[in-house]
């Protein structure tokens, strides 16, 4: 029996251990640091995911069969390369292959260099370059990207002129991303239907996931300002059998074959936000280099299988999986934030209503919470991922909004949205 240890304390790191925990290989997980309600799952320990030689240390004393990494940070830091080095099982890319994440210019590069669909882009590397570019071009005609990682919001999508310089001022000048807004990605704004994408790769091979439609800004409509994800749903109706087979073949797995060519092999789960333009032509607008949050909550609610051996399959090297069973009907989750997020917010609010929940088909999957006194506080801007799986769309997000309210789930300042899927209901 496999003892497992999940790196992270997220949304997705609780929705990953409550699909893992399943498995019938598997008798313990670990969470470092964990959350609030991850402790229902298994067991919280006190390390940070910055604390690489720590988490190492932790899986070797352990024995540890092999250890999950849930956010981007410390596949950044090369977790996997030490792991790896210490002859410890880790299921990630390597520091060199999660740069398609971690830096905007380098993926920019890569996507040209192998001609994967992409949309126009421009690079820029001084505040002068950048203001003369948003000059020469009409406000809605791009997105602005910094080029490393900014916690999901690094990318604004700008109305006016004024709130492009602005922007910059503040990414560039104001460095309000760190070294992240050293250097700016201008990509051509693209209309459309917007997709997230998901494989496991082993390097070389890979394994097609479910596709789920995310919505970044924080209110209805898609107004206001982008956030790491306020809700997400699966099955994606527009997602047709030609569309796949196109994604799979000239997106995930030529990415995964230019990686292998470049000498920076990519193990683990290769996330592709996508846009399916007006003219149905499948482009990458971002690569991640981990599952998708809120996309994964609804994912391990459809998938119909043990992950577990999935999962080490690609750590290994030897993916030999071809498909994966999927359930019918559909799933969706509902994120509910601190009121302010993306912006400042106030947290220790405890969370009232969480033991009303008696719908099966309703998971709550925790995020920004930890435990004080048994008493269950908001610790974050996300702070928890209601999640529902029902006969179709409408069914699951009937299930899941019913759980949301002042005799359900709530506290104080809570915020959600009200129209995930509207993209698609619409039509």
């Known amino acids: 029996m496999a003892k497992v240890l999940i790196v992270g304390g997220e949304g997705r790191a609780h929705a990953l251990s409550w699909k893992i925990a399943q498995s019938p290989l598997v008798e313990k997980v670990y969470f470092a640091p964990g959350n609030g309600g991850t402790s229902q799952v298994g067991e919280n320990i006190d390390i940070n995911v910055s604390e690489l030689n720590k988490l190492a240390d932790f899986a070797k004393q352990n024995k540890i069969d092999l250890t999950v990494v849930s956010p981007e940070m410390p596949l950044a830091e090369g977790i996997v390369d030490l792991f790896e080095k210490e002859g410890l099982k880790i299921f990630g890319p390597s520091k ?47 997105v602005i990207k910094a080029d490393g990682l900014a916690g999901g919001k690094g990318v604004i999508l700008p109305e006016t002129q004024e709130e492009a310089e602005t922007a910059l001022g503040d990414i560039m000048a104001k460095k309000i991303f760190g070294d992240s807004g050293n250097q700016i990605v201008f990509q051509e704004r693209l209309r459309g239907q917007e997709v997230s994408t998901f494989a496991l790769s082993d390097g070389e091979n890979i394994l097609m996931l479910p596709y789920l439609q995310d919505h970044k800004r924080i209110y209805d409509g898609d107004k206001g300002p982008n956030t790491g994800g306020v809700g997400a749903y699966t099955p994606v109706p527009f997602m047709t059998d030609e569309l796949d087979e196109q994604v799979q073949k000239e997106i995930i797995q030529a990415t995964v074959d230019g990686m292998r060519s470049d000498g920076r092999p990519y193990k683990g789960v290769l996330y592709g936000g996508l846009f399916i333009t007006e003219a149905g032509d499948p482009k990458v607008i971002e690569f991640n280099c981990r599952f998708g949050d809120p996309e994964c909550q609804p994912m391990m609610r459809v998938i119909d299988e043990d992950i577990y051996p999935l999962l080490m399959q690609s750590a290994e090297g030897r993916l030999t999986s071809k498909a994966i069973r999927i359930k019918p009907g559909a799933a969706v989750n509902i994120v509910l934030t601190s009121g302010g997020y993306p912006g400042s917010y106030q947290t220790d609010y405890e969370i009232m ?48 909004y019913a759980q949301i309210g002042p005799s359900g789930i709530h506290f104080k300042d809570m915020h959600f949205r009200t129209d995930i899927g509207f993209r698609v209901l619409n039509h």
Do not use: C, M
């Not at 398609?100 to 210019?105: A, L, M, N, Q, W």
């Not at 209601?386 to 069914?395: P, S």
């Open 96 to 142: 060199a292959a999660a740069k398609i994440e971690t830096s905007k210019v380098f993926s920019d590069s890569f996507l040209k260099r192998h001609k994967i669909p992409y949309p126009d882009s421009t690079v820029v590397s001084s505040l002068a370059e950048a203001k003369a570019y948003v000059r020469q071009h009409p406000p809605q005609s791009y």
């Open 353 to 400: 209503g969480l033991n009303s929940v008696e719908d099966p088909d309703v998971v709550i999957f925790h995020a920004g919470t930890k435990n004080e006194d048994g008493k269950i506080l908001t610790n974050g801007g996300r702070v928890l991922n209601v999640t529902a799986y029902g006969k179709d769309l409408k069914n699951a997000l009937a299930k899941a």
